[in-house]
């Protein structure tokens, strides 16, 4: 395929749209998160700033940048000023293979609304949440501290329990759609999601897309009450406020995979594509917050044991009854 | 454009490459270890093999070296001296020359290209990369696919009972 510059233009609009559609998304989740968790909590929450507290979020960006930048002297340098960008960029660039609408006629051209379409989608989502590891493992070990370290060698265990798991779970959904791709996957569940056919899956998926972004009730690598903030304790400023973007810019990417491997994506009635797929993620999204708000946080064996012995087996139980079941039809 | 891209990558991983043996820190070599790995990767996608890429990230630059720098955080190994002997340098330079003269015999020699396969770029682009992979290896590869999971299977029980104390 060559490329033309109307095609090349193309891209760079999706790709500064998209950008800014995720960044203004997190910043408004944090916003969202807060004022829901001050409702659960039978207070009122950040409501200052603006109508409702709309502007919190700009308020907060403008704290965060003019914050003092400081590293620690007995830390390592070099990793520590990288480790909060390589928890972000995995998390960003999910993002390039998720559609979020039916292609659209625009100007006569058919545009896809979708950045790359892969062959290989559902392994590229896996290689990049392996990766995003990185990040929480170096930030906590440049700090040289002990609590940070501890903080991340308990995330970096974590992450890699429920990645088997996650990846389990959704090796029937592969089955089901018979490919790796995105669209092809959406595609597939034109007349019935997914959850209908594949419920276990979904609650393992959901189960560890939580402790993939290590949430309540999986929050143990940064569990303030005994860790201060595990991996991230000694950032300030903007490197702090890149975890802490990172880590909603996960939940929104992890929820649209969600609602792209089980919900049926863009895909429903009456109103438009790209709506329904807002709709979905906004959901999830909610989901997260609610079970913050909710339950306790899991002990470390409780946590393990969780993973390894009952969602992994479970998943594997899972994709052999799917495989009979595809047989047998 | 593609040569120059290639350039690119080819220079960051021969350069990453070598920093993986002079860092004196180890978790610093093993991140150049990583970054050859994404280097390769970067080289399977532009070879149109993106399956390739993707297990190569996959397997290891998420899993086998997340494993290494686990290690070398619990031990916290910060840098390392190691006494270099003169021997070491004379045994290592003669094994290097080899290898260097040995490189260069065959690529004189021989052809550059290889063979080719019945696979086309066509082909794979048409039918996918994943689609081909897996019906070659349940079909004409359907043997040592199999004898490598018994084999998997065999490392994953002994790993299991030498880590378990009692069974």
Redesign the interface.
């Known amino acids: 395929m060559t490329w033309t510059a109307t095609d090349i233009a193309l891209m760079l609009g999706k790709i500064v749209l998209l950008y800014a559609i995720i960044l203004t998304g997190a910043a408004y989740l944090v916003l969202a998160e807060r004022r829901i968790l001050g409702f659960i909590q039978d207070r009122i929450g950040p409501n200052r700033v603006g109508p409702l507290g709309l502007l919190q979020p700009l308020a907060d960006v403008i704290k965060m940048l003019t914050k003092e930048d400081m590293i620690p002297t007995a830390a390592d340098r070099l990793l520590f000023s990288l480790a909060p960008a390589m928890a972000a960029i995995p998390a960003i660039l999910t993002f390039a293979i998720i559609p979020l609408g039916a292609p659209v006629q625009l100007f006569g051209r058919q545009v896809h609304l979708q950045i790359a379409d892969l062959n290989v989608g559902v392994l590229f989502f896996m290689a990049l949440s392996s990766i995003a590891v990185y990040g929480v493992a170096l930030g906590g070990w440049a700090s040289n501290s002990k609590y940070a370290l501890l903080g991340s060698i308990r995330g970096l265990s974590q992450l890699i329990s429920y990645e088997l798991s996650m990846g389990l779970s959704l090796v029937p959904v592969v089955m089901l759609a018979k490919s790796l791709s995105l669209a092809d996957i959406v595609n597939a569940q034109a007349e019935m999601p997914f959850i209908v056919y594949q419920p276990v899956a979904f609650a393992i998926f959901l189960v560890s897309i939580l402790a993939e972004c290590r949430r309540i009730p999986f929050d143990l690598p940064e569990a303030e009450g005994e860790l201060v903030a595990g991996f991230h304790t000694e950032y300030s400023g903007m490197r702090f406020g890149l975890f802490f973007v990172g880590e909603y810019i996960n939940i929104i990417s992890l929820g649209s995979l969600a609602s792209l491997f089980f919900l049926g994506g863009w895909r429903g009635p009456l109103l438009p594509p790209v709506l329904w797929f807002f709709i979905k993620v906004g959901l999830f999204s909610f989901l997260f917050i609610w079970v913050r708000g909710t339950l306790p946080r899991l002990r470390y064996d409780q946590l393990m044991h969780l993973g390894w012995k009952f969602l992994t087996p479970l998943a594997l139980l899972n994709i052999l009854v799917t495989g009979w079941w595809l047989a047998l039809r | 454009m593609e040569s120059i891209f290639f350039l690119v990558v080819a220079a960051v991983a021969v350069i990453s490459s070598i920093l993986v043996v002079t860092c004196k ?1 180890p ?2 070599s093993a ?1 150049s270890l ?1 970054m050859t790995f994404f280097c390769l990767a970067t080289f399977y996608v532009m070879l149109d093999a ?2 390739m ?3 190569q ?2 397997v290891y ?3 086998i070296m ?2 290494i ?2 290690v070398i ?2 031990l ?1 190994v910060r840098v390392e001296t190691v006494k270099r002997g003169t021997h070491a340098v004379i045994a290592g330079s003669a094994i290097g020359l080899f290898i260097l003269f040995q490189t260069v015999w065959f690529l004189m020699k021989g052809s550059m290209t290889g063979k080719v396969g019945d696979m086309t770029k066509e082909q794979i682009v048409s039918v ?3 689609e081909l992979i897996g019906k070659a290896l349940f079909t004409d590869f359907l043997l040592p696919f199999e004898v490598t999971s018994v084999l998997l299977l065999a490392a994953i029980v002994g790993a299991v009972i030498l880590a378990k104390k009692k069974i």
Do not use: D, K, R, S
């Open positions: 820190n978790i610093n991140l990583v993106p399956f890429a993707a297990t990230v996959i630059a998420g899993a997340v494993l720098i686990f955080m619990l916290n996918g990369h994943v």
